[in-house]
């Protein structure tokens, strides 16, 4: 550990995911409070409607979002690194415009498709209501995305952090008091709002507040003809991350709703219940990519490959170790758990997260393989692997799901983690082999 803590670059990942990660860690433990206190609530075919309910809104934000934290990291990071903050304030100023352009669309997308959206995943009309009101977060977060790039480029983590434990201890106090209500499931929609929309004005204002303290307070003056040599760059880099989460959530974080749509709640709700028990072994991990971004940017600014090198490998032992571990425990003690803290009705749902760890294995140890592309300036590879992948998987969904159920699911995204990401690592290194062949190494 001290080898690996002496890298300073390591350093200051580890110290940046510590941050998120005692967020992630105190917000888990209470999502786990939230999430017991729901599906006693609830029961499973309610807590499968709510699970489309979320995940709809989730989904559709998503398609029409473009994926703004990430080109304000690429962008605003490098020319804060050159000094130049006109330029970075310029490129801050646009991102939010698009943003809230986005988040607009995504509204208009949600209401207009709530009783679709309804009759196809909740399998009734009369929860259409539900899924318009929820969309409403969507405009309480309108520049949330280019707010937490931008909080991340100036090492904001621990406001980050703050604002996450904040809306977790907000909501599962809500959710208690569900209890009381007259309609439980309009309770639970109304305690998951108010969470979501504290964190995201909260950023959002923290944003705005260190671009004053960072740039003047007239930073939003810039005009954006700075950068109009490189707006057809900022478009192509946006684009492409673009349609790289679009195909994600199509393929992956629109999971649930596969399920929900293909067969019923119920078994909906033992898919939600997998999913939610397989992602206790991201809590460590989720961060990293938020806190490493950064770091490999900046390195690879500098020409840096050592450094690179170093935070990949370094980063993926750790990775893999604590996933191993997470997973055999979950493994061994898995049923156990699902019986005392849900209940016996919950435990269909373990065969499906048995197949999940599977494949997280896999993601959470190569956890940098996208931004480490996206660093390395080649936005398009892992759009490309992600369609490739996303279109066999989309392909066989609707033949095996119906078919063997939602294990199916659980099997067509591991199987989906080990081929994308298997060929995204490999381009990782011999890009970065070219690179080395052509930049003396610098270590940082």
Known sequence: MDRLLSNPIVRRVVKNSAYLF???????????????????????????????????TSVI??????????????????????????????????????????????????FGFSTLAARIFAKDT??????????LIVL??????????????????????????????????????????PNPL????????????????????????????????????APLSLIKAERRELFRFAFNTNLSATINLVNKDAEELW?????????????????????????????????????????????????????????????ALYTGAASLILLAFGRFFIATFYGAEFLPAYPALVVLLAGLLVANSFYWNRTALLSLNQPEYPTK?????????????????????????????SGYYFLSIGLNVRKTYQVLGELEGRTPHEVG
């Open 140 to 181: 309480g977060n309108l520049i949330f995305e280019s707010s937490t790039g931008l909080l991340q480029i100036f090492d904001r983590f621990r406001v980050i952090a703050a604002l996450q434990i904040s809306q977790s201890v907000l909501t599962l106090v809500l959710i208690a008091l569900a209890f009381f209500a």
């Open 385 to 413: 692997v992600n369609l490739f992948a996303a279109v066999l998987k989309i392909a066989l969904t609707p033949l095996l799901v119906p078919m063997f159920g939602y294990v199916a699911s659980a099997a067509l995204l």
């Open 259 to 319: 399920v929900l749509g293909l067969l019923d709640p119920i078994q909906g709700g033992y898919y939600k219940q997998a999913i939610a028990l397989a992602n206790l072994v991201l809590i460590p991990i989720t961060p990293l990519p938020q806190a490493t971004y950064p770091e490999l940017a900046r390195e690879v600014a500098r020409k840096a490959w050592e450094n690179v090198r170093y935070v990949l490998k370094q980063g993926s032992r750790l990775a």
């Open 22 to 56: 005692s967020a992630s860690g105190i917000s888990v433990a209470l999502s786990f409070f939230q999430n017991l206190l729901v599906t006693n609530l609830l029961g499973v075919a309610m807590f499968g409607v709510l699970g489309g309910v979320v995940k709809f």
């Open 61 to 110: 934000n998503k398609l029409a979002s473009f994926r703004m934290h990430e080109l304000v990291i690429k962008y605003v990071g490098h020319y804060t690194e050159t000094g130049d903050t006109r330029r970075a304030a310029a490129v801050f100023k646009l991102a939010c415009l698009l943003e809230t352009g986005s988040s607009l669309v995504s509204y208009s997308l949600i």
């Open 186 to 221: 309009l309770a639970v929609v109304l305690a998951y709002m108010v969470g979501k929309l504290l964190d995201g004005l909260g950023v959002a204002i923290l944003a705005f507040v260190e671009a004053g303290r960072k740039w003047g307070r007239d930073w939003w003056r």
């Open 126 to 135: 009369s929860f259409a209501g539900l899924f318009a009101l929820y969309g």
